[in-house]
């Protein structure tokens, strides 16, 4: 940012709830089947179907808006928003507008300051104020390539036509990209753990847009404001956000005006580009929508949503550094989905030893894991297992070292540590009398030295050490061996 | 408040089309007399009235119309299309639409 100035940014995001069928209609919301395959007279817009609410899309706009911090209205309305284009056979969406389904969220994200490759340096917490969010249909696909006669004609694809959606706005609070960048995460993260929607960028099923004008610091009006299209992921939002910073300045500084429009970020070419100005802009002309009822929720529907959502991420971390003394770094690695967060503490618990579950799990579990591309979830290695794997390390039945070596057959096999331990023939042995045993071979075999060693030749316990771990095959344990050694010499 | 000309064309505009002069003329007095008939409500005082915003009585708002999320079959690709006046490769097809993105206009 140049010295004088100020960005102010303000993110809209859609994000796709996961539902099985479509927002007003049975129609199912799979992606990948044939063209307009799954389409009825609701979503066809084909005249006189009624549109029937989705019960699940609202528990899930439900959900979404809870884990963001927002307040639920007891009463909110469906409105018409008025255009014409071919993805939008009724000529309106069903959205909300003036009595969204929920409002004024107060919401605290980490952030951090970046170093120029991007890498997170230090973080600190950021309030952000989440305007609304409110339901809303998708509209179809428009498809301008790949099909014959594309210069002359579009073709139009309606299968995701009347996908719920819930909109998410906040107030222009982000002062740094990376500010944005880090809010756009926390939604992601926050409304795949809620299972309020996938929130998979590069599916589609969460998009955003973002807002940026610049001004001189200290001024109090904002700035011309352009808003950005085309963000394919978090990171083409960033940068598309800094190119944006760059060419407002620059032209400002050079006495130039800019105009209020919406550009597409092109991340190949790394600029954004006019998509139309906002002179051509439309006048949606909304009204209730006069074929849905309003929208009521109860206050022990809110409360019977709250009670069924797990532990936040963020209430979730603190509490790992809290009762299990994880460091900031690893508590965030174990939050960082669900699945993983829960297979932790299944882990800690069978290993009864918080500390070292969360370093076999960080430290090697999940490096298999995102090798594998496999999620916690479905880890081949149990978190019991993975519990009873740090118990034998703990008791002293195998060394660290091995258990690495145990843990990736675990991994490949699916069977459990025990098994593992015994088929590998790894047990380390404790067994006093046996330790013994090989001691009394081992000195007997080796008469001289020990004469030596009694002289006051004590550079030779290494040596006798190695014997006994040489005549037990590496499985004594050497705690036992050592402490047995130095007794049984010193007869 | 009057109904004028230039009204009349921003609303051809939004809807798309295109009015000859002539049609701007004839229409504009006709829509406005429309617009006059429907504000003879404005004459009622309905400021201790709830807005009927879903057009249904109380009893009818209390009404549960929500449905469980449930897959109903669809029309499915031919049925859906055959109404079209231009269905090709599985698509309803229409004249070229220009934009710059691949995602819908709006949002």
Redesign the interface.
């Known amino acids: 940012m140049k010295d004088g100035w100020e960005v102010v940014i303000g993110l809209e995001i ?1 994000a796709q709830l996961s ?3 479509k927002i007003f ?4 919301t799979h992606v990948g089947d ?8 609701v979503c ?1 817009g084909l005249p006189g179907a009624l549109p ?7 528990e899930l706009g439900a959900r979404a808006a809870l884990s963001l911090g927002l307040r639920i209205n007891e009463t909110s ?1 469906f409105s018409r ?8 056979p009724k000529g309106y ?1 069903i959205s909300q507008y003036d009595r969204p389904f929920s409002e004024r969220g107060v919401l605290e994200i980490m952030t951090a300051t970046r170093d120029e490759g991007g890498h997170a340096r230090e973080w600190r917490p950021l309030t952000v104020r989440v305007t609304r969010l409110h339901l809303e249909e ?7 390539e790949g ?2 006669e ?9 299968n995701r036509a009347g996908t719920p959606l819930a ?1 998410i706005v906040t107030e222009p609070d982000f002062r740094t990209s990376w500010e944005a960048y880090d809010y756009v995460n926390h939604v992601r993260k926050a409304l795949q753990w809620v299972g309020a929607s996938d929130a998979d960028m590069e599916k589609g099923n969460l ?1 955003c ?1 973002a807002n940026v004008s610049v001004r001189r610091v200290g001024d109090e009006r904002f700035g011309t404001k352009v808003e950005l ?2 963000l394919n992921s978090v990171r083409f939002m960033q940068r598309a956000i800094e190119f944006e910073i760059e060419r407002q300045v620059n032209t400002l500084e050079a006495g130039g005006r800019l105009t209020q429009e919406t550009r ?1 970020w092109d991340d190949r070419a790394g600029e954004t ?4 100005s906002k002179e051509e802009a ?2 949606y ?1 909304y009204f ?7 929208l ?1 929720v109860s206050a022990e529907f809110i409360e019977g949503v709250r009670r069924s959502m797990p532990e936040l991420p963020d209430a979730r971390h603190r509490r790992f550094m809290e009762e299990y003394g994880l460091t900031f770094e690893d508590a965030s690695t174990l939050t960082r989905e669900l699945t993983l967060a829960d297979f932790y503490e299944r882990a800690a618990k069978a290993a009864a030893n918080p500390r070292g579950a969360a370093n076999w799990l960080k430290g090697e579990l999940l490096r298999e894991l995102d090798a594998a591309g496999v999620g916690a979830d479905a880890s081949p290695v149990s978190p019991e297992e993975l519990g009873a794997l740090v118990r034998a390390i703990d008791g002293g039945k195998i060394s660290g070292k091995q258990g690495k070596e145990v843990l990736v057959e675990m991994f490949s096999t699916g069977k459990g540590a025990a098994d593992v331990i015994e088929e590998r023939g790894l047990a380390q042995v404790s067994d006093a009398g046996e330790i013994e045993r090989i001691i009394g071979d081992v000195l007997a075999a080796n008469q001289q030295q020990v004469e030596h060693y009694r002289a006051g030749k004590e550079g030779l316990f290494g040596f006798f050490v190695g014997q006994v771990m040489k005549a037990s095959k590496g499985k004594a344990n050497p705690k036992v061996v050592n402490e047995l050694l130095k007794a049984k010499l010193s007869e | 408040m009057p109904i004028t000309e230039s009204d009349i064309k921003k609303i051809a505009t939004l809807a798309h089309l295109e009015i000859t002069d002539e049609e701007l003329r004839a229409l504009t007095p006709q829509i406005a007399s429309i617009v006059a008939y429907v504000e003879q409500l404005n004459e009622l005082d309905t400021s201790r009235v709830e807005p009927a915003t879903g057009g249904l009585t109380p009893e009818g708002e209390r009404t549960d119309v929500s449905r469980d999320d449930m897959v109903r079959p669809s029309l499915g690709q031919s049925l859906a299309l055959e109404q079209a006046p231009e269905p090709s490769h599985g698509h309803f097809r229409v004249p070229k639409v220009l934009t710059g993105s691949h995602e819908s206009e709006n949002f």
């Open positions: 859609h539902t099985e069928t209609c049975g129609c199912s044939e063209p307009n395959a799954n389409t009825c007279p066809l029937v609410l989705n019960r699940r899309a609202v309305i928003k008025n255009y014409f284009y071919p993805d939008l969406q998708d509209a179809g696909k428009n498809v301008h099909l014959p594309t210069e002359r004609y579009s073709y139009v694809d309606l909109e998009r847009e299209k085309n597409l580009r006019v998509m139309r439309h006048d002309r209730p929508e006069p074929d849905l009822p309003p009521t």
